[in-house]
């Protein structure tokens, strides 16, 4: 099985001596591929050529057009995971002018609403506030207990109402906020009181819920070949789930079916694994 060693930040000048030291570690290890967005950090992996080792290119790249994937080609990329945002059309341009690259996609879990590259929101707020909760949280005693009812679905229900709260108060994204202007002129003060913003930019569902299934019969006519799974910090369990869901989804593609046929089953598999049915909230990838 092929094994990709991701570091898909972006690094200043003191951070990538201990980048470099991940890196060497990492090549020892045999992987197979790096999957990166730093552009200086691209540019030392085809300098040094550690190992012959594939490059891939981060979603976090925001390669939104030809002409920036081009420009990535001539740094060795071998494959780009192409931004959420991306239409399906757009995706098949990329696969006809670029013959030469692989494409990957991401189809499941954190669809997050904002251009990952672009990000520069606080990941982690909850830490800093509540780090005797953290530490409670990841108890390995608490951690084996969850293991144990993970195979329970109220247990799991549960969980996944927790892994919710926990992520609309870690991610600074998704926090309530209370916005006013500085200053407002006295006529307008009682106005603005009752339209002021006092709710969240977005539900933390889309991170646990998020699917793009639907897609994949256009995805396979237009010749993606790899897709991702995203979550890393998904519990084990979850995580094997996740797999046999894509896998199904996946096998329906050799059924001959209709697309119409295969909206229908894709949806019943949605029902099946998330045990609600879809409603189309929280698709990754508008469908023609």
């Given at each position: 099985m092929p094994v990709s060693f991701?570091?898909?930040?972006?690094?200043?000048?003191?951070?990538?001596?201990?980048?470099?030291?991940?890196?060497?570690?990492?090549?020892?290890?045999?992987?197979?591929?790096?999957?990166?967005?730093?552009?200086?950090?691209?540019?030392?992996?085809?300098?040094?050529?550690?190992?012959?080792?594939?490059?891939?290119?981060?979603?976090?790249?925001?390669?939104?057009?030809?002409?920036?994937?081009?420009?990535?080609?001539?740094?060795?990329?071998?494959?780009?995971?192409?931004?959420?945002?991306?239409?399906?059309?757009?995706?098949?341009?990329?696969?006809?002018?670029?013959?030469?690259?692989?494409?990957?996609?991401?189809?499941?879990n954190d669809k997050c609403p904002?251009?990952?590259?672009?990000?520069?929101?606080?990941?982690?707020?909850?830490?800093?506030?509540?780090?005797?909760?953290?530490?409670?949280?990841?108890?390995?005693?608490?951690?084996?207990?969850?293991?144990?009812?993970?195979?329970?679905?109220?247990?799991?229900?549960?969980?996944?109402?927790?892994?919710?709260?926990?992520?609309?108060?870690?991610?600074?994204?998704?926090?309530?906020?209370?916005?006013?202007?500085?200053?407002?002129?006295?006529?307008?003060?009682?106005?603005?009181?009752?339209?002021?913003?006092?709710?969240?930019?977005?539900?933390?569902?889309?991170?646990?819920?998020?699917?793009?299934?639907?897609?994949?019969?256009?995805?396979?006519?237009?010749?993606?070949?790899?897709?991702?799974?995203?979550?890393?910090?998904?519990?084990?369990?979850?995580?094997?789930?996740?797999?046999?869901?894509?896998?199904?989804?996946?096998?329906?593609?050799?059924?001959?079916?209709?697309?119409?046929?295969?909206?229908?089953?894709?949806?019943?598999?949605?029902?099946?694994?998330?045990?609600?049915?879809?409603?189309?909230?929280?698709?990754?990838?508008?469908?023609?």
């Open positions: 991701t570091i898909n930040e972006f690094y200043s000048q003191n951070q990538l001596s201990l980048v470099t030291e991940q890196i060497e570690k990492a090549v020892e290890c045999d992987i197979d591929a790096f999957i990166v967005s730093d552009i200086g950090l691209i540019y030392k992996l085809k300098k040094e050529n550690w190992n012959k080792t594939k490059v891939y290119l981060s979603t976090s790249a925001n390669t939104f057009n030809i002409e920036t994937a081009k420009f990535y080609r001539e740094f060795g990329i071998s494959r780009i995971i192409l931004p959420r945002q991306l239409r399906i059309e757009e995706m098949k341009d990329f696969i006809k002018e670029l013959a030469d690259l692989e494409f990957e996609v991401l189809i499941l904002f251009i990952g590259g672009f990000c520069s929101f606080q990941h982690g707020v909850l830490e800093f506030q509540k780090a005797k909760f953290f530490k409670i949280v990841n108890n390995k005693f608490l951690l084996n207990i969850v293991d144990l009812l993970m195979h329970n679905n109220i247990a799991k229900s549960l969980r996944n109402y927790v892994i919710r709260k926990i992520l609309r108060n870690t991610l600074a994204c998704c926090s309530r906020y209370n916005i006013q202007p500085r200053y407002l002129s006295s006529q307008y003060k009682n106005n603005f009181r009752n339209i002021r913003i006092n709710n969240y930019f977005f539900n933390p569902k889309i991170f646990l819920y998020s699917c793009g299934i639907c897609a994949l019969y256009d995805l396979n006519k237009i010749g993606i070949k790899f897709i991702k799974i995203a979550g890393r910090y998904f519990h084990k369990d979850d995580k094997i789930e996740n797999v046999h869901f894509i896998k199904e989804a996946i096998r329906l593609l050799d059924c001959n079916l209709s697309k119409e046929e295969y909206f229908c089953k894709a949806k019943q598999l949605y029902q099946k694994f998330f045990g609600f049915g879809c409603s189309g909230e929280y698709c990754y990838y508008q469908l023609s």
